[in-house]
T-cell receptor, first 114, second 113 residues
């Protein structure tokens, strides 16, 4: 049981390049999330998917798109990377959305945009 | 809108000393509160959570937190710090739609021998 996995672990991009961050979970969870973590800012929600087939914007969605490929996988795409998107990106999943649900996090993807 | 304030971006304690990490929240709905821990170069993992019921919540690794509605607080404590507790700690509150979390900015706990 691997939990939440993310690929790649580390990536360097040039401004304007595109890339997709991959996330998969093997816990049969319905809900998945993408966060970014910046020093002194905590975690900020980019997008989430409450269930397969649905996606919703979070606090900082600009510059990103997401795809809930199936129940297991939730990808985050940067169409035209900017230096402001240099960050550590975390994917998380939970059994469902709801007040007491625990989110389980992946190990993160460190992205550097030059 | 929900928000979380963590007082102190860094807290330093000696091994064996009391750990106290402060969290205050604002919420327009009955709050559900969480503490997560992040060890270096890892993702976050749940320490404990308050949903309903008992206001003193016990978590993993000897941590506990008390929900105080009158003070809008959910401070994290541990009686005796270990070196292995050195990590960053995040407090979080559920949003008004009960669908997503709002995280605080984090408190780095430093433990010295």
């Amino acid at each position: 049981n691997a939990g939440v996995t993310q690929t790649p672990k580390f990536q360097v991009l040039k401004t304007g390049q595109s890339m997709t961050l991959q996330c998969a979970q093997d816990m049969n969870h319905n809900s998945m999330y993408w966060y970014r973590q910046d020093p002194g800012m905590g975690l900020r929600l980019i997008y989430y998917s409450a269930s397969e087939g649905t996606t919703d914007k979070g606090e900082v969605p600009n510059g990103y798109n997401v795809s809930r490929l199936n129940k297991r996988e939730f990808s985050l795409r940067l169409e035209s990377a900017a230096p402001s998107q240099t960050s550590v990106y975390f994917c998380a999943s939970s059994e469902s959305v709801g007040p007491g649900e625990t989110q389980y996090f992946g190990p993160g993807t460190r992205l550097l945009v030059l | 809108a929900q928000s979380v304030t963590q007082l102190g971006s860094h807290v330093s304690v000696s091994e064996g000393a009391l750990v106290l990490l402060r969290c205050n929240y604002s919420s327009s709905v009955p709050p559900y509160l969480f503490w997560y821990v992040q060890y270096p170069n890892q993702g976050l993992q749940l320490l404990l959570k308050y949903t309903t019921g008992a206001t003193l919540v016990k978590g993993i690794n000897g941590f506990e937190a008390e929900f105080k509605k009158s003070e809008t607080s959910f401070h994290l404590t541990k009686p005796s710090a270990h070196m292995s507790d050195a990590a960053e700690y995040f407090c979080a509150v559920i949003n008004s739609g009960y669908s997503t979390l709002t995280f605080g900015k984090g408190t780095m706990l430093l433990v010295s021998p």
